[in-house]
T-cell receptor
Framework: ETGVTQSPTHLIKTRGQQVTLRCSSQ?????VSWYQQALGQGPQFIFQ???????GRGNFPPRFSGLQFPNYSSELNVNALELDDSALYLC????????????FGQGTRLTVV | DQQVKQNSPSLSVQEGRISILNCDYT??????FLWYKKYPAEGPTFLIS?????DKNEDGRFTVFLNKSAKHLSLHIVPSQPGDSAVYFC???????????FGPGTSLSVIP
C-alpha cells in the first residue's frame, strides 16, 4: 500500500500559464522524485528532493521547479506551459537511507491546450 | 539516448504459460535494477529488484535474471495470470540514491 497521494488528478491549462502539482509522501519517507510520462513512453526523471533540497535533476528546463516541505510533501511547478508539457506527472517517495524502493502516486494528468 | 531499452512494446501469453519480458541497458555504471508494473489510471507499482552483485532474484511467481556482461535482464512470470496484464517497466539506477531511469515499457496481455 503506497500512501503517496497526488493532487489534482486531472488538470487542463492554457499554453503560457503556470501550474502547481502537489504530492504527499508516504509516512516515514524523506525523499521525493518527480517524473514526467508522455504517452507511450516510460517515466522521465525531472528532479529529486531530499531533506528539502534538490538532489539531482534530469534533462528539463529551469521552468520546471520544485519544493519539498518539512513534512516531506512536495510541489512541482511548471512556468510558461507548452503544448509538449501535456503528460502524466508522477511523484515517487522513498526512504533514502533505508534502501526501500520508491512508491508512486497515481499521477496528475496535465493537458495543455 | 535511451539508456534502458525494452524492445518489445507488447507481448501476449496464454494463461498458465511463462511470460518473459526483456530489458537491455547501456550504462555500465548502473548497479541496481527494478521492475515496475502499471495498470491504467494508476501509478507504477514496484514488483521486484536485483542488485548487480547477483544474477537472479526470485519472489513467488516472479524471477528476475541479470546478465551483466551482456547488459541484459529479464523478468519471468510463471505461471502467468490474467491479472498480470499490465505495462511492465524495467528501470535502473547508479550507486547513489539518485534518479531511476525507466525503459519505455512492455504491455503484457495474459489471455484466459
Amino acid at each position: 500500500e503506497t500512501g503517496v497521494t497526488q493532487s489534482p488528478t486531472h488538470l487542463i491549462k492554457t499554453r503560457g500559464q503556470q501550474v502547481t502539482l502537489r504530492c504527499s509522501s508516504q509516512s516515514g519517507h524523506n525523499t521525493v522524485s518527480w517524473y514526467q510520462q508522455a504517452l507511450g513512453q516510460g517515466p522521465q526523471f525531472i528532479f529529486q528532493y531530499y531533506r528539502e533540497e534538490e538532489n539531482g535533476r534530469g534533462n528539463f528546463p529551469p521552468r520546471f521547479s520544485g519544493l519539498q516541505f518539512p513534512n516531506y510533501s512536495s510541489e512541482l511547478n511548471v512556468n510558461a506551459l507548452e503544448l509538449d508539457d501535456s503528460a502524466l506527472y508522477l511523484c515517487a517517495s522513498s526512504q533514502r537511507t533505508g534502501g526501500t524502493e520508491a512508491f508512486f502516486g497515481q499521477g496528475t494528468r496535465l493537458t495543455v491546450v | 539516448d535511451q539508456q534502458v531499452k525494452q524492445n518489445s512494446p507488447s507481448l501476449s501469453v496464454q494463461e498458465g504459460r511463462i511470460s518473459i519480458l526483456n530489458c537491455d541497458y547501456t550504462n555500465s555504471m548502473f548497479d541496481y535494477f527494478l521492475w515496475y508494473k502499471k495498470y491504467p489510471a494508476e501509478g507504477p507499482t514496484f514488483l521486484i529488484s536485483i542488485s548487480s552483485i547477483k544474477d537472479k532474484n526470485e519472489d513467488g511467481r516472479f524471477t528476475v535474471f541479470l546478465n551483466k556482461s551482456a547488459k541484459h535482464l529479464s523478468l519471468h512470470i510463471v505461471p502467468s495470470q490474467p491479472g498480470d496484464s499490465a505495462v511492465y517497466f524495467c528501470a535502473a539506477r547508479g550507486t547513489s540514491y539518485d534518479k531511476v531511469i525507466f525503459g519505455p515499457g512492455t504491455s503484457l496481455s495474459v489471455i484466459p
